[in-house]
């Protein structure tokens, strides 16, 4: 809702981009007040026992498997967040009005909503994830790839996109509980993919825009993305395989 109202408000209220903005501040600090009362009731109930033992387990900076969910988890950041900070800019360099473009970045988000939402549901549907890793994945490459050659069929690039990156949000996070053996060391591989992951998804904007002005042209940020999204699809095969990160122990499965 936020990205497809904020232009309409800010072209037609004499405060502009403030009003745009700061209606959003208010419903956050409304879903504060709301919050905080529930926070303090709810405080007393997640105490816990520090006197347990600690689990053992692998760590995943040690394994090669956790390092490919967790370029899984960074190349897909990559992808959304690219696409969140460059594609109303695109469109509008393309001819397209700025609230239009707002318009297909909120179809964007709704899409991607109902994207999660299915792939939760069919995840572990299947004997692992490679398929479904991989697919979306593909998405995404097609989608920067029409973006860069075929850049009148927007609207597709616009769905594709959505159902790719809703879809790989969801295994990327599954993934941290899918293939380890224990909560602590699937809270380490959380740490570790997010923490690293996140990092790449910062860097890819700043990126692509440096490129964008090196080079004058959307096309070779386009394409980069898009082979970056084929190294993708290929960890998603690798990360989607049946197998956890083995504890000091050994596990029935390879790490």
């Not at 609207?155 to 969801?170: D, F, K």
């Amino acid at each position: 809702m936020g990205a497809a109202l904020v232009v309409p408000v800010a072209q037609t209220s004499p405060a502009g981009w403030r009003l745009a903005l700061g209606i959003w501040l208010g419903l956050a600090l409304i879903a504060m007040a709301v919050l905080m009362p529930w926070l303090r009731r709810h405080r007393t109930s997640t105490t816990h026992n520090t006197a347990t033992e600690a689990t053992a387990y692998r760590s995943p900076w040690a394994s090669a498997l956790g390092w490919q969910v967790t370029i899984f988890m960074g190349l897909q950041s990559v992808a959304f967040y690219v696409l969140m900070a460059w594609l109303p800019t695109i469109e509008q360099s393309r001819g397209i009005p700025a609230t239009t473009a707002g318009i297909h970045l909120s179809v964007f988000l709704l899409i991607s909503v109902f994207a999660s939402l299915v792939t939760g549901g069919i995840l572990h549907r299947g004997s692992d994830q490679r398929l479904v890793s991989f697919t979306s994945a593909l998405l995404t490459f097609v989608t920067f790839l029409g973006l860069a050659l075929a850049p009148d069929l927007i609207l597709l690039w616009v769905l594709l996109g959505a159902i790719g990156c809703g879809s790989l949000i969801v295994i990327a996070l599954s993934l941290f509980s899918l293939r380890t053996v224990n909560y602590p060391q699937a809270a380490s591989l959380s740490g570790m993919a997010q923490s690293v992951g996140y990092g790449l998804g910062a860097a890819g904007p700043v990126i692509f825009g440096g490129l964008r002005d090196l080079s004058g042209d959307w096309a070779p940020p386009l394409l980069l993305t898009a082979g970056t999204m084929a190294v993708l699809a290929g960890k998603g095969v690798l990360a989607g395989r049946d197998r956890v990160i083995s504890s000091p122990a050994g596990s029935h499965h390879a790490s």
